[in-house]
């Protein structure tokens, strides 16, 4: 069993930075593929990227660089870091841990830009 604590989001001004973190409880944290999420009023749940075992990352296009996904095994913690953000990126964010066919969900965390 794995829980998920998002943290970081926010109001943030378009342009503006912001990073979330992910804590995971549990052990063996550093074999789960980590995955961020986030889902906007009214619209479907989108992947917003991933981060393997190994660190090797994958992101949606409309993230790509402008988003950076990174883990710290030793503190159990995967992080978003989201730069230069648009009033598109408005949504709730969520983490998820996958392996071995589990999945793990954190209870998201809000993040809305504009001015």
């Known amino acids: 069993q794995v829980q998920l604590v998002e943290s970081g989001g926010g109001l943030v001004q378009p342009g503006g930075s912001l990073r979330l973190s992910c804590a995971a409880s549990g052990s063996r944290f550093s074999i789960y593929v980590m995955y961020w999420y986030r889902q906007a009023a009214g619209k479907q749940r989108e992947w917003v990227g991933s981060i393997g075992s190994t660190g090797f990352t994958n992101y949606a296009d409309s993230v790509k660089g402008r988003f950076t996904i990174s883990r710290d095994n030793a503190k159990n913690t995967v992080y978003l870091q989201m730069n230069s953000l648009k009033p598109e990126d408005t949504a709730v964010y969520y983490c998820?841990?996958?392996?071995?066919?589990?999945?793990?969900w954190g209870q998201g965390t809000q993040v809305t830009v504009s001015s």
């Open positions: 998820n841990a996958q392996w071995a066919g589990t999945s793990y």
